[in-house]
């Protein structure tokens, strides 16, 4: 057996982390999830059980693992994602209707089986992990809950058929549909910030914006429910942002999404980078593990939201404290990069120090 790919989930508390594993074996290919400490193991186990919690929801959707060696052995598949297919559409002229067809096909998704939706009503149990939601009560919602139906775990194989894959974090009580819709969708919005406008992309999900402070909450709430650990205060998200080693970046180019520009950034040179989207932060990452060139600045309109998200980016002003050579924009549409072009040069930037290229796919 050969290992192609392996992460470890560092960002958690210790009991939540685990290692995934793209491993080929007789001309196959397989996902091995396994326990990364002692305190992880009683996870691992919970989450191959979840796939029994969660059968009679998703029937033909679900991806069937073995347990083997103290870990979860998957099929790997091979097919468009969901979020893949969204990302085409946003990208056509004319792709809303497609792309409202896609988002409305997301959330049925999560449903999975139509007895599956009941009505909401806090428990103790929903409480401990997300917090306080008295005032959705009698919301629709799900029985059995998968919080992580993402845009990359809806896979379309080639004769028609759709799996969900990863079962970590289903939950045995009611979490309101919006709120799951919610999450995993602006999840797939961050990763991709310049392909469709968030307001846009709400409505278009049908998501009534009434309540997404309080669904922010809720994900904070989850976020410190999974990375926090209050006894010994350390909060392993941001000890996993310091401490990433970038030692198998060549090996493991399936942990970004797009590739560094190299021939339009000469290696060594000082440079802003602007942008802290999914394309930015796999700049970000690229240039700190390979230390192709230097960063004299990471800067955003919203620093102060990524700043949240603990990334070291820092507000627009910096752009004129620092010495560059270039500004690489790093977002992923060209009207994008336009405005953003325009903004810099009203600030006296040379044109010649701004560049940017339409972010590739790896």
């Not at 096909?105 to 009503?121: A, E, H, P, T």
């Not at 060549?250 to 560094?260: A, G, M, S, T």
């Not at 309109?301 to 924009?329: C, H, N």
Request: aromatic letters at 12%; charged letters at 30%; glycine letters at 6%.
């Amino acid at each position: 057996m050969k290992v192609i790919y392996s992460r470890m989930a560092q960002g958690r508390k210790r009991k939540f982390q685990i290692i995934t594993k793209i491993v080929s074996a007789n001309g196959n290919k397989y996902v091995w999830k396994e326990a990364a400490c002692v305190e992880a193991k009683q996870h691992v186990e919970n989450t191959f059980h979840n796939e029994s919690v969660i059968e009679p929801v998703y029937g033909n959707y679900l991806l069937h693992g073995q347990w083997m060696e103290g870990g979860i052995v998957t099929p790997f598949i091979e097919g468009k994602t969901l979020g893949s297919r969204l990302r085409e559409h946003l990208e056509e002229q004319n792709g809303e209707e497609k792309v409202g067809s896609l988002l409305r096909q997301w959330r049925r998704l999560i449903i999975g089986d139509k007895m599956n939706v009941c009505k909401f009503v806090t428990s103790k149990d929903f409480e401990t992990v997300f917090g306080e939601a008295d005032d959705l009560t009698g919301v629709d919602a799900t029985a059995i809950s998968n919080f992580d139906c993402s845009a990359e775990n809806i896979f379309f194989l080639q004769n028609n058929d759709i799996k969900i894959i990863d079962y970590e974090w289903v939950f045995p009580f009611p979490i309101p549909v919006e709120m799951s819709f919610y999450r995993v969708l602006k999840t797939f919005f961050e990763c991709n910030q310049g392909l469709t406008d968030w307001k846009k992309l709400l409505e278009l999900a049908g998501i009534s914006r009434n309540h997404c402070a309080r669904y922010d909450r809720m994900i904070e709430s989850f976020a410190e429910y999974t990375s926090v650990d209050h006894e010994k205060n350390v909060n392993y998200a941001l000890l996993g942002k310091k401490f990433k080693s970038g030692r198998i970046l060549e090996r493991n180019k399936e942990i970004f999404l797009y590739r560094f520009p190299y021939d339009l950034i000469p290696e060594g040179k000082e440079i802003v980078l602007y942008g802290a989207g999914r394309v930015g932060e796999d700049f970000y990452k690229l240039i700190r593990w390979t230390k192709y060139c230097q960063i004299a600045a990471w800067v955003d309109k919203s620093a102060e939201y990524y700043r949240r998200q603990g990334l070291s980016v820092s507000d627009l002003e910096d752009i004129m404290r620092v010495s560059y050579d270039y500004i690489l924009i790093a977002v992923y549409q060209e009207n994008v990069a336009k405005e953003i072009k325009n903004e810099l040069a009203a600030l006296g930037v040379s044109s010649d120090k701004i560049v940017w290229g339409k972010p590739e796919l790896l």
